[in-house]
């Protein structure tokens, strides 16, 4: 799993930090920092993270080697 925040868009409301807090984390007021690829473990937690951001700033990509949009 990836994780990429759109830090413009944050407006470090730390809905994620409460919800995954083992990747999320506040430095400061409202500087964001995240553990970019999480164990598979945080999945439940991260994507809960992600629907509760008031902004929609969390994006989740999966790295299990999928292929995407591939035509055959």
């Known amino acids: 799993m990836r994780i990429v925040v759109d830090l413009n868009r944050c407006q470090g409301y730390a809905q994620c930090v409460f919800l995954a807090h083992e990747v999320f984390r506040l430095s400061g007021e409202e500087a964001l920092t995240y553990e970019p690829n999480p164990d598979d473990e945080r999945r439940l ?24 949009g591939g035509t055959s």
């Not at 994507?47 to 929609?56: G, H, I, L, N, T």
């Open 45 to 68: 937690q991260v994507q809960r993270a992600a629907a509760a951001c008031p902004v929609q700033a969390i994006v989740i990509d999966r790295l299990d080697g999928a292929e995407r």
